[in-house]
Structure formats: C-alpha cells, structure tokens
C-alpha cells in the first residue's frame, strides 16, 4: 500500500509557512557551541501510509509533542543527516553537495522501514527555510548553518512492525568553525572491545540505533586521553572509522608509491560526502595514488615504526578534516607525524590543502557544481 502511486510524495509546493511571533536573540559568533542553538523556524512533514505525505510546514521551532507509546521511543526508528548552509560574500546562502545528504537519507529511511521523499522537493523546502531564518547564517568563513533534517517513526502502538506513521523535520543551529585557534590535531583509540559496525549490518545507514551504543567506548577512550575511537573490524583489526568520521592514510605504500587510502564502502562505513569528495580532489590532482581498500592496525603499526606514514585524518562536514597525532593501539602510543616542514603545524600539508580547497567550494569562493546557491 505504502509505495502505491495514489498516495502522494512529499510537495515543496503545497508548503504552509507560519512565521514565529518572537524572533530570537542572535548568539555572537564567538559564543557559538556546536548543537547548541537554534534557529527560529522548523520545517515539518507528516506522513501516513494511507495518503502518504501531507503538506509540508515551515513554522515556529518547538517542541513536538509525541504519545508515549510512539515507536521511535522504543524500537529507534530514527535517521537524520548532517549538511550546512553556507553565507558567500555576496551574501548567496549555499549548500554542498546537498543532492548527496537526500539519496543518503533516502538509502537511511529504506534501511529502517521508514518511508521515501522526494529529495528535491526537500531541498526546495530546505532552500526557502534558510532563506526565512537567513539572519541565522553567520556571514564569516568557517561558520555556517548546520542542518539536522531527521525522520522518526511516529505510529503510537507498541509492536515490532514498519512504522504506518513518519514524520520528517529539519532544525537548524548557527556553528563556527570546529578549531577555533586552527586545527588541533587528536588522540585516537584504536578499539578492540567494542564494534561499532558490521558487514550487512546498519554502518553504512545514518541512523540514530548505530550512536548510542558508540557513547560508552567514546566515554572509556576520554578516560584514557583520546579524542575519538578509531573503529576497528574483525580479528585482523581493519580500520574502518574514526568516531562520526571517515578515516584517511596518506603514506608511502609497500611499494614504496605515495597513497592516499581510505576503507572501502562495504556495508559497514557510512559513505560521507566529505570522503567522497576528498576522494574526487585527490584523483583530480593526480599527485598520488587513491586506494579505497582495507587496512589493518598492525599494517598501520609496521608502516609508522619504518617512517611510511606521512598523514592521518579524519574527514566529516562537522570539521572537514580532523588531523590526529597519535593512536593508542593495545596499550602502546603511535606517533603520527603532521607537518614534516612545520614543527609547531598541527595538520599535514595535504590535510591542511583538502580542507582549503573544499572550504572554497563550500563559501564560493572557488566555482563549482558542488557549491549549489539556494
Ligand atoms: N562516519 C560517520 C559514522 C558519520 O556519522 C559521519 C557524519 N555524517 C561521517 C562518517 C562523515 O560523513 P559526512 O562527510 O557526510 O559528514
């Protein structure tokens, strides 16, 4: 019934848009914290399986009101995503390569049995959204808006079944750039009790059930002075992310050839759209080899005790890159090297390049079909 013709797709068209009656004080960019603040609008979209997608409503941002019964509460049917509005200097609001963030949460919804929307028709709604909350935007490089479009099960019956209810949202908050004094490069733990994802399990879908179970190795590797853990897979220990980021080497290989690798899309890694296009400019550059393959922890150890690895990063829209310094891999410290010319850098220079090159696309100031003015 749910995916019949006659039942109607989500319509940027049909929206209703009720301003709110009290605007917000602005936060000073300075005293932005990541998440923390909101801006005055939402949009909403209910869905049913019987007339499919109502019409869409720009409104005041509040607090929903849910039964306690309703399954999100229970069973996590939740995705979301996480892109952002961009200020250009000509004032232009932008988003990065936003048609990649809708055929991921589309891919999200299918995983959890939640319905599909038309991604387009979203964007339409996303884009006139931060038009009406565009004071929001902070007009300076390295800060933006930070979208959180979300869907959750909305059905209120207890009962492992695919939702008959959904409803999709999008909120967003004012964030500034993720190093405040520049890049700050981390410590990361490499894993070994807990797994975060599996092959045909749910890695590569962006839902709410595959964080939590993240948060009690996040708060063990904290208590031991890491930043982040660094996911490991499988009894050979393969690399596979780095907390809510893809993982990049920059090294020279066996063969002794400079190699940009990441792990490949097999299932259980999230495809971000950073990776993605970190990947795309290092084969545009055609300055090193680009190999998505798997990677393990003792390949990572021998390569660093014989000096072949030249950069570690992570890379995720939050930060764009995340430079790390060391990895703490079964009781033992790995040094790993940042700026071979720059002994106070905290980022090497291929990191430092990418993120530059994609904070130019980002704020227009680079043309590129991936900057998509709103
Ligand atoms: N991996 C995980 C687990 C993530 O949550 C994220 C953030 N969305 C990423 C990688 C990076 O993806 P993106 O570049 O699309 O932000």
């Known amino acids: 019934k749910r995916f019949s013709s006659t039942i109607s797709g989500l319509d940027a068209s049909k929206v209703k848009v009720t301003k709110s009656q009290v605007l917000k004080p602005l936060v000073a960019n300075k005293d932005l914290v990541f998440g923390h603040t909101f801006t005055d609008h939402m949009i909403t979209a209910d869905w049913n399986e019987e007339k499919g997608w109502l019409a869409p409503e720009i409104r005041p941002y509040e607090n929903l009101s ?11 049917s939740e995705c979301f995503e996480g892109m952002k ?33 038309d991604g387009d028709e979203l964007l339409k709604l996303i884009g006139e959204y931060t038009k009406m909350d565009s004071r929001w935007i902070p007009n300076e490089r390295g800060y933006s808006l930070y979208l959180r479009p979300t869907m959750i099960g909305t059905q209120e019956a207890l009962g492992v079944n695919p939702p008959s209810n959904a409803k999709l949202f999008v909120i967003g908050c004012p964030v500034g750039p993720y190093y405040k004094t520049g890049f700050a490069a981390i410590k990361l733990m490499a894993t070994t009790e807990y797994v975060r994802a599996w092959p045909r399990g749910t890695g ?28 490991l897979f499988g009894d050979d220990h393969q690399l596979t992310e780095v907390g809510a980021m893809n993982l990049f080497l920059l090294w020279k290989n066996e063969s002794n050839e400079l190699e940009l690798v990441t792990p490949p899309l097999d299932g259980s890694i999230l495809p971000g759209v950073t990776r993605d296009s970190i990947l795309s400019l290092a084969r545009e550059w055609n300055e090193f ?26 890379a995720g829209t939050a930060c764009i890159v995340s430079p790390i310094k060391t990895i703490e891999y079964l009781g033992e410290d790995l040094a790993i090297p940042l700026d071979p010319y720059d002994s106070t850098s905290q980022a090497g220079p291929y990191t430092k390049r990418f993120s530059d090159e994609i904070m130019d696309i980002q704020y227009g100031d680079k043309e590129s079909p991936w900057s998509v003015v709103v």
Request: overall charge positive.
């Open 204 to 231: 590569d879908a962006k839902i709410g059930g595959n964080y939590a179970p993240g948060l009690l190795p996040q708060r063990l590797a904290a208590a031991r002075g890491s930043q982040q853990n660094l996911w």
């Open 85 to 117: 509005a961009y200020k250009d200097k000509k004032g232009n609001i932008r988003l990065f390569r936003p048609d990649m963030n809708m055929a991921r949460m589309n891919r999200s919804t299918a995983r959890i049995a939640l319905p599909q929307f």
């Open 289 to 314: 080899k680009v190999t998505e393959r798997k990677l393990t922890m003792p390949e990572l150890r021998e390569a660093i005790k014989q000096g072949r690895v030249k950069e570690v990063f992570g």
């Open 66 to 76: 849910l039964a306690p019964s309703t399954v999100v509460f229970h069973y996590a």
